[in-house]
């Protein structure tokens, strides 16, 4: 049985950071693509950043330069890394793992077989 548990959201003010970890069971975090999204109320579920098997990640313009996506194999945890956090960061951050078809990994439908169930990130001007 996989569970992915996110962890690490939290509230901050604009400019500062905050680390979110998805730690996972039942799957090996390096064999697959994992990532995160996010969803804002009123707004669509957007992509944040994915790591696929090879390592390799991605970012949106919206995010890039600010966050930062790691695997820790030791661990078996995802994390995200986000600095200079901005209001429009504010969302439920949600883990993702392996995507029905390999392509969604980076586009395409949220197609992904497991989820965690969220971590709230709140930022204030």
């Known amino acids: 049985q996989v569970q992915l548990l996110e962890s690490g959201g939290g509230s901050v003010q604009a400019g500062g950071s905050l680390r979110l970890s998805c730690s996972a069971s039942?799957?090996?975090?390096?064999?697959?693509?994992m990532g995160w999204f996010r969803h804002a109320p009123g707004k669509e579920r957007e992509r944040v950043s994915f790591v696929d098997g090879y390592g390799r990640a991605t970012y949106p313009d919206s995010v890039k330069g600010r966050f930062t996506i790691s695997v820790d194999i030791a661990k078996n945890t995802l994390s995200l890394q986000m600095n200079s956090l901005e209001p429009e960061d504010t969302a439920m951050y949600f883990c993702a793992a392996d995507p029905v078809r390999d392509e969604y990994c980076t586009t395409g439908p949220h197609l992904f077989r497991y989820w965690g169930q969220g971590t709230q990130v709140t930022v204030s001007p």
């Open positions: 039942g799957i090996t975090v390096s064999s697959t693509c």
